[in-house]
Nanobody, 115 residues
Framework: QVRLVESGGGLVQTGGSLRLSCGASGSIFSINAMGWYRQAPGKQREWVATITSGGTINHADSVKGRFILSRDNAENTVYLQMNSLKPEDTAVYYC?????????WGQGTQVTVSS
């Protein structure tokens, strides 16, 4: 089992920045990749960014150049630095971990970007 705890959401104006954190605990040795998804009201959950256990990082085109995913291995934490935020980035952001034992999700953190 893997437990994910997120923090860092909030309300920000257009053009502002936020940093999300996701700490993993439990069977972290079984994790193959960690990342972030988001779900806006009335829309399907969409992928934002992922980092593999080998360190390969990918970002969705919609956030590329604005969001940066990083990892602190010592703290078992991944971060999503979000810059130049737009109203369309408003969503609940979910941390995700893909492990041999299954697919795990955090509780979600709300990000609201005002225009």
């Amino acid at each position: 089992q893997v437990r994910l705890v997120e923090s860092g959401g909030g309300l920000v104006q257009t053009g502002g920045s936020l940093r999300l954190s996701c700490g993993a605990s439990g069977s972290i040795f079984s994790i193959n990749a960690m990342g972030w998804y988001r779900q806006a009201p009335g829309k399907q959950r969409e992928w934002v960014a992922t980092i593999t256990s080998g360190g390969t990082i990918n970002h969705a085109d919609s956030v590329k150049g604005r969001f940066i995913l990083s990892r602190d291995n010592a703290e078992n934490t991944v971060y999503l630095q979000m810059n130049s935020l737009k109203p369309e980035d408003t969503a609940v952001y979910y941390c995700n971990a893909r492990a041999f034992s299954g697919n795990y999700w955090g509780q979600g953190t709300q990000v609201t970007v005002s225009s």
